[in-house]
């Protein structure tokens, strides 16, 4: 009779989890490794040696005292304008991710009264995320590419990594987080290759819908959470359903879960079906819950982490990388100003086809562009851009270009932009 019972509720469990998938929220990294599993099997090996240097490696109480900061290169990928990502929202992503890795001491939480001692781990890895000052072959670098591509949406087999594939090649995985953002076919919401996979195709892949913060994504990933789920795959953390159903993450104080808890569980009536652990963490980054549910990373998932940053670790030599940090570099690299409520950006930059104006907030004046090049020709001008204007570059010499933004014949803003063919 129980075998019966434990049997229905599995099933019926699946069905639920079938049903409340949104389009988007699949993390299909499990997949993805087991596949770069299949084709390469010195990768399980790898992986062998990795456990190996976890489990061999103490607490680092240096990386805990003052902290490590990971650089990242967005790779945007867009066919058309309305999957070309504003500047804002990669720079909402990386304030949400060191929110989630990095955050103030009152994000700690409480546990509910009536769930086990282990969901009191919480703890807070010190690791913060920023921009390179230079790319892999030293030259400046704003870290934030835009591509124009001829494919409508990608799978998991690495075609968006592969520039024979009308993919964009990473820069130097070891010491650079590449990111590729681009619209996903139905069902995936990314996928992060775990440490111990090839060196040409590490990173992360991840739905240009679930980046940063989105008041657009209405099904409860709308606070830049996916990609903080990702990073943990990337730097080791299994989701807390481990590589298959019911298996361990290889953590001490997370719960095993039968599979990904979606939506809003309820704290008091959710269990798991895997034997010995009745509750389930699903306040846990790794989980898949609602965005504004997950809150916390746990000791164990911090000492794992910090054991791959650590000397030796196959992550460690992302340390060794310049950033540049802070409010005023995002501004300064997102070429926004903000005159009173009133803020405009222009993208990409370095620029090749085309260039985009985006502005946010209200004016009663007509805003007048001019753009000149370096020895100061003008080549372009618009009387009045409204909120958003977007103009062909094609034609331009290769060189820096100055864009003015004017009202009422007065200055009110100047930008730098890089047109690179």
């Not at 099933?11 to 949104?22: L, N």
């Not at 111990?196 to 739905?207: R, T, Y």
Request: glycine content about 8%; aromatic content about 12%; proline content about 5%.
């Amino acid at each position: 009779m129980f075998k019966f019972l434990s049997f229905v509720l599995l099933f019926a469990a699946s069905i639920s989890y079938a049903f409340s998938q949104s389009p988007l929220r699949l993390n299909a990294t499990n997949e993805y490794m087991d596949r770069i599993i299949t084709a390469r099997p010195d990768t399980k090996g790898a992986q062998n040696n990795i456990e190996l240097h976890i489990n061999n490696t103490p607490f680092d109480e240096k990386i805990d005292q003052q902290g490590v900061t990971i650089p990242i290169v967005f790779h945007l990928l867009y066919t058309n304008e309305t999957e070309l990502m504003p500047l804002e929202r990669v720079f909402s992503q990386l304030e949400a991710l060191n929110r989630d890795f990095n955050p103030l001491p009152e994000a700690a939480i409480s546990a509910p009264p009536d769930e086990k001692e282990y969901y009191k781990t919480q703890a807070f890895p010190h690791i913060g995320f920023c921009l390179p000052e230079t790319d892999e072959h030293g030259k400046p670098t704003t870290g934030i590419i835009y591509y124009n591509t001829a494919t409508a949406d990608w799978d998991t087999e690495d075609a968006i990594k592969n520039r024979e594939k009308g993919g964009v090649q990473g820069w130097n995985t070891q010491k650079y987080l590449n990111i590729w953002v681009a619209k996903l076919k139905d069902g995936i919401g990314g996928y992060a290759q775990m440490p111990g996979g090839p060196a040409e195709q590490d990173g992360i892949v991840i739905d240009y819908r679930l980046l940063g913060r989105s008041e657009s994504q209405k099904d409860g990933f709308n606070e830049g959470k996916f990609l903080t789920h990702l990073i943990g795959n990337y730097l080791g953390l299994y989701s807390l359903w481990g590589p298959a159903e019911c298996t361990d993450d290889k953590v001490y104080d997370t719960p095993i879960h039968n599979a990904p808890n979606f939506g809003a569980p309820s704290p008091t009536g959710h269990i798991s079906l895997c034997a010995g652990y009745r509750g389930e963490m699903w306040m846990n980054f790794m989980d898949c819950t609602d965005d504004s549910l997950r809150v916390m990373f746990t000791k164990g998932q911090k000492q794992r982490m910090y054991a791959l940053l650590s000397n030796g670790g196959a992550r460690s030599k992302l340390l060794e990388t310049p950033v540049k940090c802070g409010i005023e570099f995002n501004k300064e690299r997102s070429n926004a100003d903000i005159t009173g409520q009133l803020q405009i950006s222009a993208f990409p930059n370095p620029a090749k086809e085309r260039i985009f104006i985006q502005v946010t907030g209200e004016t009663t004046d007509e805003i007048r562009l001019d753009v000149f090049n370096s020895a100061g020709q003008r080549v372009f001008f618009s009387p009045n851009i409204h909120q958003n204007l977007s103009f062909n570059c094609t034609g331009w010499l290769d060189g820096l270009y100055y864009l003015v933004f004017s009202q009422a014949g007065e200055t009110i803003n100047t930008q730098k932009i890089t047109i690179l063919h």
